[in-house]
């Protein structure tokens, strides 16, 4: 029992950074990242015994937390509104790379939840369309129309090279 503990332990705290990464990405917010790790690390934990010893907990873990993030999705009946000035405006540095920070993210949020988790996936999670069927529970075709509508709206609301060189951000 104390070896288990001591596993789970130990997988928790080297997972738990990779993990909420890909729940603020999802998320958007971090309290809710912080939320959606906890709870998957929870359904992680009561699966243990299965999972550490004779599966991938890592990828039990993920699992459970884009399916976790999907049924939020389905049970929140609120919709969110997103502005296009940030309330905050951090301070850029000298090569622009906060800036470009700050566009991916305003963009990222701009796209519909499930266009978010699709992009997360592909993209930031590097997840075949097969892997990201599954986990999402879509087919495949309907991954692919879903990344090729997120990729055009991608590309229709972030700035161009040219406009973050010059300051000029659209």
């Not at 700035?159 to 659209?170: C, Y």
Request: charged share 30%; glycine share 4%; proline share 4%.
């Amino acid at each position: 029992m104390d070896r288990q503990r001591s596993d789970f332990e130990e997988f928790a705290i080297a997972c738990t950074p990779a993990l909420l990464r890909s729940a603020y990405l999802l998320t958007g917010d971090r309290h809710l990242a912080e939320d959606l790790v906890q709870s998957a690390l929870a359904r992680t934990h009561r699966a243990w015994k299965r999972v550490g010893r004779d599966g991938n907990p890592q990828a039990y873990t993920r699992k459970t937390m884009y399916h976790l993030q999907v049924s939020w999705w389905r049970r929140r009946k609120v919709p969110e509104s997103l502005t296009d000035i940030p309330v905050e405006r951090p301070v850029a540095d000298a090569t622009g790379e906060v800036d470009l920070k700050v566009s991916l993210r305003a963009a990222l949020f701009q796209l519909s939840r499930r266009h978010r988790a699709v992009v997360v996936l592909r993209y930031f999670e590097d997840r075949s369309v097969a892997q990201t069927a599954e986990i999402l529970g879509r087919s495949e075709g309907t991954v692919k129309t879903q990344t090729l509508r997120a990729l055009s709206k991608l590309r229709s609301v972030l700035p161009t090279p040219f406009e973050l060189t010059n300051g000029a951000t659209s």
